[in-house]
């Protein structure tokens, strides 16, 4: 595509740009039957992309009931994935198929399945909040390599994408993945004369990272402040170490066939871990908010006060809850929006009402329920009707931009080319640089330190460049043929017939882009953009119309950036 030196390089500073301008609040409605558009932008949020059927399905229902089906399925797996000797050399030896490392030892076939269920399975919510909740309590395959302990650890946040917080946290604190990532598995007590001390890994990033942050919070997510105006820590070194000798005395549960059974077992990730109370620190600990486990309990005991103790901290709801209202809606939520999904995560009787503000009903939820969550999240007044546009929007992870756009089209793909491509724009699936993920939730927006912009801290002008090309492919009119050594690979293709027949009125075919790829919400400079683009090939040429705009529309900033 001639058009990529042209646009490419200007993409960067004008999609950061984009989100300080203005942008066209949506039409909500007060009726549960909705707009195209305002399915399409909904889809946007809550899904991997529209497609034709997910919108009809929106258009006649409306947001909670697509929301209420969405809560009842459990589609989405990854099969093929047995445990295997975690040496190589020995489960693959010499004879066995070349892609047998690949296949075993690799997280290849995961990271295939991911993309897989993205494109074709219909739990799309469960899996956009698996996706979300993988991006905080992060593990990754820079350690955790074996496509079974990733699985398995996925499968947690799948499982309890629609259940309660505390339970996610109690299976990541006990699974042995995020044991072997942040050195919770064979942690041993204390003992002065072999110089053992609890490692504090895991008692620190399940802290900052994966519940209750650095500072304590407001329920509107704005810090709190001491008499001098600075924020207040939520806990201190003397914290950490309480959560660090509350976690000790668990290892892995024993292989299949192992003869014996003793702390400080080898690896194993297809059970949680299992605890030896004699390596278990029995002492009084200190945690948060001036509690203290008595001393005397059992290794298991500790653990489920210590979870308990994170999940009830006041800080959880807004500190989680504003994550996932980036993950899913804006980068930059008011105040006001963050206070009302921290008050669903709280629970307790809530008034449920239209995004135009009519009330429904109301429903009595315990705290921490994902459910109430997710529906306080994607209802929310602000997620169809931004109470500020300069500062409403967010730009779309690689991983997003590319499921979005191939379900947009009415495209197809087995997971292989959108697995490699994802990795080439810097985001492999499960695989983040640290267990600060691929960004940071406060990540700043280029040229603007007041906004955060998250997933510019992996989207640069190198991926910027790199996803050019990636839309040259699949843009390209042509498949990208299966790969054979994938038992049932299909390939990933976007047929454009249909565009290419729209093509022979460039008006038209302006008009069904908009519709589908900005949820019919694009600028009229864009779309004069796009009518130019479709004119640059003469007439007798429709399908490299069809591709001009289609690929001018992928590349904008007005698309890259959801608002």
């Given at each position: ?560 950036v959801e608002n």
């Amino acid at each position: 595509m001639r058009l990529a030196p042209l646009v490419v390089p200007a993409v960067l500073a004008a999609t950061a740009a984009l989100l300080h301008g203005p942008a066209a609040a949506a039409d909500v409605r007060a009726a549960p039957a909705l707009s195209d558009s305002e399915a399409r932008r909904f889809l946007g949020q809550a899904s991997f992309g529209p497609t034709e059927a997910s919108v009809a399905a929106v258009m006649s229902g409306g947001r909670l009931a697509w929301l209420q089906d969405q809560f009842t399925r459990r589609d989405s797996d990854f099969t093929g994935v047995a445990w295997v000797d975690p040496d190589p050399n020995k489960g693959c030896p010499t004879g066995t198929a070349a892609t047998c490392k690949r296949d075993n030892y690799s997280l290849f076939p995961v990271q295939v399945q991911f993309f897989a269920n993205a494109m074709q399975q219909p739990d799309q919510l469960r899996q956009r909040t698996a996706l979300a909740l993988s991006e905080i309590l992060v593990v990754s395959g820079n350690v955790i390599k074996l496509p079974n302990a990733m699985a398995k650890y996925q499968r947690i946040f799948l499982r309890h994408a629609f259940g309660n917080f505390r339970d996610v946290l109690r299976e990541v604190a006990m699974s042995p993945a995020m044991g072997r990532y942040l050195n919770m598995a064979n942690n041993d007590k204390p003992n002065p004369a072999k110089g053992i001390e609890p490692n504090e890994n895991f008692a620190r990033e399940v802290l900052q990272l994966f519940s209750i942050g650095l500072w304590q919070l407001n329920a509107d997510g704005s810090a709190r402040l001491d008499a001098r105006g600075q924020p207040i820590p939520t806990y201190d070194q003397d914290t950490v170490e309480g959560f660090a000798h509350a976690f000790t005395g668990w290892t892995y549960a024993p292989r299949p066939g192992a003869t014996r059974n003793r702390f400080g077992n080898p690896s194993y990730y297809d059970a949680p871990m299992i605890a030896f109370n004699d390596h278990h620190d029995t002492a009084a600990k200190r945690l948060l908010n001036g509690v203290t486990l008595p001393a005397g309990q059992t290794a298991q005991a500790d653990l489920d006060a210590a979870i308990d103790n994170i999940f009830n901290h006041p800080n959880v709801g807004p500190f989680i809850g504003r994550q996932l209202i980036q993950q899913f809606v804006t980068a930059n939520p008011s105040p006001a929006y963050v206070q009302r999904v921290s008050q669903a995560f709280n629970g307790g009787t809530v008034a449920l009402t239209t995004p135009a503000g009519v009330r429904t009903s109301t429903t009595t939820t315990p705290r921490g329920d994902m459910k109430a969550v997710l529906t306080a999240i994607l209802t929310d007044p602000e997620a169809a009707t931004p109470q500020d546009p300069s500062r409403f929007g967010k730009l779309r992870e690689p991983i997003v931009q590319l499921t979005h756009l191939i379900r947009s089209l009415g495209g197809s793909s087995d997971g292989v080319w959108l697995r490699a491509q994802a990795a080439n724009l810097s985001q492999p699936v499960y695989s983040p640089p640290s267990v600060f993920n691929f960004f940071t939730p406060d990540y700043d927006l280029p040229d603007n330190t007041s906004l955060d912009g998250p997933a510019f801290g992996v989207f640069n002008a190198s991926a910027a460049f790199k996803l050019s090309g990636a839309l040259a492919t699949l843009l390209s009119g042509k498949p990208v043929p299966p790969d054979t050594t994938v038992a049932g690979a299909t390939g990933t293709a976007i047929d454009l017939t249909r565009w290419q027949t729209l093509a022979a009125t460039p008006a038209a075919l302006v008009a069904e882009i908009n519709r589908v790829m900005f949820a019919g919400r694009a600028s009229p400079a864009l779309q004069t953009a796009l009518l130019k683009a479709a004119q640059l090939a003469p007439a007798t040429r429709p399908l490299d119309r069809a591709k001009a705009a289609l690929f001018l529309a992928a590349m904008s900033p007005e698309y890259l950036v959801e608002n």
